[in-house]
């Protein structure tokens, strides 16, 4: 029935309320979300020695009402010349971060994206706050949807927090055996502790005992480096620097899982407060590479530039007849501006530059052989145990092996006022460790293999101009393009289609395809003629492919940025414009909006059909008889029927419009896939900095003013409702989206005072 605010109906609470529409229905769930961030740091410098200790804190309240963050960080650096020979110098970084409820993606339960995209526009999502438990703090359904709980609910009753400790350092030593010859040695290590809980109430729909994960992970690597430098000038003509050296690589990952179901006491967030808990997981992995490397830096007469390296690695992650690989790297540049002299031209500087290298890759430890793990009961008094890995192991595995060139030059005219960087690169990736999947009928789901290659090559350019320049005031600008085509050569004999990643709706997927873009989105089509018409069945509904085909890609053809500055005396504007072009996305958000009702597009044939069916009910009669009588009204898809004689006919059967975008939804992502390019104003930055001349009787050195806007804008976009740059995960899922949060404008305003 049509929306009349005259008229009223009963919601899920049993309440009754007005049935027309309500402005702003689900963008008023959100809050304005609120950032500070101070940071002090206090620094000296003496011939001898030098130390800088300094401080930052961040603390966030999200959009997302409870959703919450902060993050502090401490840093101190220092370093002293003990002698005229020996220096050494060390730095430690400290971070702790804490994050309450962090926004969910996709559909899980607890999106609130998700959770609210479908509510239509006579549903006050405020409504939702009121009874969404009830007096016995059980959960009270609202949709029958357990994929799409109440907002209210989640943010109440369901929960995750994170702990995360990062400290990160190290300390170098350097002593100077010869004026030209440095030995040095360096310790440095990185260590991430990581604590998450995940929390879902007692009675919440589709995990009605309550469950409650937690999970600790700690991260530990140290490097131990030793190093050999030479530095020296032969005749003012020849520059040669080189240095041979060593590293140790020892690196820890070990993790905890624990899960407990049917919650005992209600709100006692504890794993023990579970009747049913689940053995706990134990990861640890342990790897370690052995490297030898060195380089030679041939620079003459200031012009002329010649960089070799070579490194060997030794990783503990592949079997003995495999884990060395060797890697080397040629470089050169001509300063071209310092051979001839293309001022009187307006050429102030010039260079050109070429480079080829190879790069080597291991993998995870433990994947060349079988991994095991003990079952809770023995047999014969003796402990049982079965295999634990999905993957078929590969004692064979070869390192991964990267191979590019790439060539550039660097000009500029007219004392730098302008100035262009252009770079050309072309990259190979061979011999890819990959799982590859096979018939579950194996008793394994993936095998580890060695294969494929994928291509990248592209340009990059980069031109500063300084159209303006006075006294009081200058202009800047800034444009940087970049422009890259991926390609998948290979990938295996027996595949030539590899899944990145899946799509709920549809049967879409994010997939590699030998000789396509890395990438592509595939699914069924809706089935056309030849003339381009899609084909309708005798019920009036559309029909489909048999096979998937693709549909689009997720990686853009090429971004284009447009910085402008400009500066007046003590005031500076900047403008960053941010542009991207070619990527298409799988909107699921707008397939939902279509199969609920939601989406615009679907009114066609609405009133039509709700007429129809009131006057078939009104003549007592059934949908066939209706049908058969030529009475029926609604939707009339645009496309063709196929005659007996061969022919194509114009389809004329009205359906149920929520029928016909079911049956589509259902079945065939191709409506769904737009345009994702874009164009932003990315950022607006306005600044003042205070004449020193305020400063002179104060202890104060600078003090500088600056507001800003980021994700101000969005100027151009094909997609609507969506924003562009939204994802589905944080994985391979570049291409698709669903339930995504709106994105986030951000005004800030800070002061920098230095001492």
Same mark, same amino acid.
């Given at each position: 029935?049509?929306?009349? /605010?005259? *008229?009223?109906? =009963?919601?899920?609470?049993?309440?009754?309320?007005?049935?027309? +529409? &309500?402005?702003?229905?689900?963008?008023?769930?959100?809050?304005?979300?609120?950032?500070?961030?101070?940071?002090?740091?206090?620094?000296?410098?003496?011939?001898?020695?030098?130390?800088?200790?300094?401080?930052?804190?961040?603390?966030?309240?999200?959009?997302? /009402?409870? *959703?919450?963050? =902060?993050?502090?960080?401490?840093?101190?650096?220092?370093?002293? +010349? &003990?002698?005229?020979?020996?220096?050494?110098?060390?730095?430690?970084?400290?971070?702790?971060?804490?994050?309450?409820?962090?926004p969910a993606l996709s559909d899980s339960p607890n999106n609130i994206g998700n959770s609210i995209i479908g509510i239509a526009p006579n549903f006050d999502q405020k409504w939702l706050a009121d009874g969404y438990k009830d007096a016995q703090g059980r959960y009270n359904s609202w949709n029958a949807n357990i994929y799409r709980l109440n907002p209210y609910w989640v943010i109440n009753e369901m929960s995750n927090k994170s702990n995360k400790d990062r400290l990160m350092g190290h300390v170098q030593g350097s002593y100077d055996i010869l004026p030209f010859l440095t030995a040095q040695v360096k310790v440095g290590t990185d260590?991430?502790?990581?604590?998450?809980?995940?929390?879902?109430?007692?009675?919440?729909?589709?995990?009605?005992?309550?469950?409650?994960?937690?999970?600790?992970?700690?991260?530990?690597?140290?490097?131990?480096?030793?190093?050999?430098?030479?530095?020296?000038?032969?005749n003012d003509i020849l520059d040669v620097s080189a240095f041979v050296g060593g590293n140790i690589m020892k690196y820890e990952y070990e993790s905890y899982y624990m899960k407990g179901e049917d919650q005992i006491m209600m709100d006692v967030k504890d794993i023990m407060n579970y009747s049913l808990s689940y053995p706990p997981q134990h990861t640890l992995l342990r790897k370690q590479v052995n490297s030898v490397y060195g380089a030679v830096n041939l620079g003459y007469k200031d012009f002329a530039y010649l960089d070799f390296t070579l490194r060997n690695d030794i990783s503990s992650s592949l079997n003995k007849d495999n884990r060395s690989y060797t890697y080397p790297s040629v470089s050169g540049s001509l300063l071209f501006s310092e051979l001839v002299d293309l001022k009187p031209y307006g050429l102030s500087f010039g260079k050109v530059r070429a480079s080829w290298a190879k790069v080597g890759g291991d993998t995870d430890p433990y994947k060349l052989n079988l991994l095991y793990n003990l079952l809770p009961y023995t047999i014969g008094g003796k402990p049982a145990g079965q295999i634990a890995s999905e993957t078929v192991p590969n004692v064979n595995l070869l390192p991964t092996s990267t191979y590019s060139y790439e060539f550039g030059f660097d000009v500029r005219f007219f004392q730098d006022r302008i100035a262009l960087d252009f770079n050309y690169y072309n990259q190979s990736t061979k011999d890819q460790i990959m799982n590859l999947p096979i018939s579950s009928s194996s008793g394994y789901s993936n095998a580890m293999i060695n294969a494929g290659e994928i291509t990248n090559k592209g340009i990059e350019v980069s031109l500063n101009v300084v159209p303006v320049r006075s006294k009081d005031f200058e202009w800047s600008s800034n444009i940087n393009f970049a422009k890259n085509t991926n390609k998948v050569k290979e990938l295996h004999p027996e595949v030539n289609i590899y899944e990145l990643a899946q799509a709920r709706w549809a049967g879409a997927s994010i997939v590699a395809i030998a000789g396509q873009s890395y990438g592509s989105i595939v699914g069924k089509k809706l089935a056309r003629n030849e003339a381009g018409a899609v084909i309708f069945d005798s019920e009036g509904l559309p029909t489909f492919e048999d096979n998937v085909?693709?549909?689009?890609?997720?990686?853009?053809?090429?971004?284009?940025?447009?910085?402008?500055?400009?500066?007046?005396?003590?005031?500076?504007l900047g403008v960053l414009l941010d542009m991207k072009f070619g990527a298409d996305i799988y909107s699921m958000s707008a397939l939902q909006s279509y199969r609920n009702g939601t989406s615009t597009y679907t009114l066609e044939g609405r009133d039509q059909w709700n007429a129809s069916e009131q006057a078939r009910m009104a003549a007592n009669k059934t949908s066939k008889e209706w049908l058969d009588m030529g009475n029926v009204k609604g939707y009339v898809g645009k496309g063709v029927v196929l005659q007996p004689d061969g022919t194509w006919a114009e389809n004329t059967v009205a359906v149920n419009p929520q029928t016909y975008w079911a049956r589509i939804a259902d079945n065939s992502p191709e409506p769904f896939i737009y345009d994702a390019s874009y164009i932003k104003l990315r950022e607006l930055t306005f600044s003042y900095d205070l004449p020193s001349k305020l400063l002179a009787k104060t202890p104060l050195k600078a003090v500088s003013i600056t507001a800003y806007?980021?994700?101000?804008?969005?100027?151009?976009?094909?997609?609507?409702?969506?924003?562009?740059?939204?994802?589905?995960?944080?994985?391979?899922?570049?291409?698709?989206?669903?339930?995504?949060?709106?994105?986030?404008?951000?005004?800030?305003?800070?002061?920098?005072?230095?001492?």
């Open positions: 029935a049509k929306l009349d /605010p005259n *008229s009223s109906y =009963y919601i899920f609470n049993g309440q009754q309320r007005p049935y027309g +529409n &309500i402005n702003d229905n689900i963008m008023s769930f959100f809050r304005t979300g609120v950032t500070f961030t101070n940071s002090l740091a206090i620094s000296s410098s003496t011939d001898k020695n030098d130390f800088r200790i300094s401080v930052s804190d961040m603390r966030n309240n999200d959009i997302v /009402p409870s *959703s919450d963050m =902060y993050r502090t960080t401490f840093m101190l650096k220092g370093g002293a +010349n &003990i002698g005229s020979k020996l220096k050494v110098e060390g730095r430690a970084n400290y971070t702790r971060e804490g994050v309450n409820n962090r260590y991430n502790k990581f604590h998450f809980t995940n929390y879902a109430a007692k009675y919440t729909d589709g995990i009605l005992p309550g469950r409650f994960e937690e999970t600790l992970t700690e991260i530990h690597e140290t490097n131990y480096e030793g190093m050999l430098r030479f530095n020296k000038r032969f085909s693709i549909l689009g890609s997720g990686t853009y053809d090429f971004t284009l940025g447009f910085n402008n500055t400009f500066r007046y005396k003590s005031f500076s806007g980021r994700n101000l804008w969005i100027i151009h976009s094909k997609l609507d409702n969506i924003d562009p740059e939204s994802n589905y995960n944080n994985g391979n899922g570049q291409g698709l989206e669903y339930g995504s949060l709106p994105t986030r404008r951000t005004f800030g305003l800070g002061v920098n005072v230095k001492f």
